[in-house]
T-cell receptor
Framework: EAQVTQNPRYLITVTGKKLTVTCSQN?????MSWYRQDPGLGLRQIYY???????DKGDVPEGYKVSRKEKRNFPLILESPSPNQTSLYFC??????????????FGAGSRLTVL | AQSVTQLGSHVSVSEGALVLLRCNYS??????LFWYVQYPNQGLQLLLK??????LVKGINGFEAEFKKSETSFHLTKPSAHMSDAAEYFC??????????FGKGTMLLVSP
């Protein structure tokens, strides 16, 4: 089944404890992206990747890191999480991110709470 | 930069009534337009999209949307709401090579 898989789905952590949210897709998509969803703010893009080894900042990149060493994986790293990073996180992928109306396939989401 | 405005964070309808969710956008170039739906505790999934050609676009579950360039709008409609339509709906715009920008979402509430 074509899908985007995120782990963990739920995580409670404490301020300053590094964590990684993994994201993997099995559709050979070039483009991958991370979003955070907060009530009343919709989805805001954190980072995106047009292809392997190519990443770029979205609208809210502060406090996050990403890497794209392989086409299928796009982990989101919080080096020193803070309470304002408590949110619902979505990974998404599409065939390409360039010109065109490519449709995003979303993961099921990762709910992160930072105490 | 592009932007998306969804009018109304919550819309309530009765089962069987018309659903109308409003979306206006700003874009410096002709955009691609999307509606995504998010059911409780799930990720987003595509309802429909407009790329080029016919301005009335039909999607899944009986939804449709009309691209009106002069009004910079892409409103989502469904003639008759079902209880199963209760979800959050997101309009999104992608001008050319730019990345996708989402609106803040509209929660659709359907009462019996």
């Amino acid at each position: 089944e074509a899908q985007v898989t995120q782990n963990p789905r739920y995580l409670i952590t404490v301020t300053g404890k590094k964590l990684t949210v993994t994201c993997s897709q099995n559709m050979n998509h070039e483009y991958m992206s991370w979003y955070r969803q907060d009530p009343g703010l919709g989805l805001r893009q954190i980072y995106y990747s047009m292809n392997v080894e190519v990443t770029d900042k979205g609208d809210v990149p502060e406090g996050y890191k990403v890497s794209r060493k392989e086409k299928r994986n796009f982990p989101l790293i919080l080096e020193s999480p803070s309470p304002n990073q408590t949110s619902l996180y979505f990974c998404a992928s599409s065939l390409s991110g360039g010109q065109g109306g490519n449709v995003l396939t979303f993961g099921a989401g990762s709910r992160l709470t930072v105490l | 930069a592009q932007s998306v405005t969804q009018l109304g964070s919550h819309v309530s309808v009765s089962e069987g009534a018309l659903v109308l969710l409003r979306c206006n956008y700003s874009s410096s170039v002709p955009p691609y337009l999307f509606w995504y739906v998010q059911y409780p505790n799930q990720g987003l999934q595509l309802l429909l999209k407009y790329t080029t050609g016919a301005t009335l676009v039909k999607g899944i579950n009986g939804f449709e949307a009309e691209f009106k360039k002069s009004e910079t709008s892409f409103h989502l409609t469904k003639p008759s709401a079902h209880m199963s339509d209760a979800a959050e709906y997101f309009c999104a715009v992608k001008p050319g090579y730019s990345t996708l920008t989402f609106g803040k979402g509209t929660m659709l509430l359907v009462s019996p």
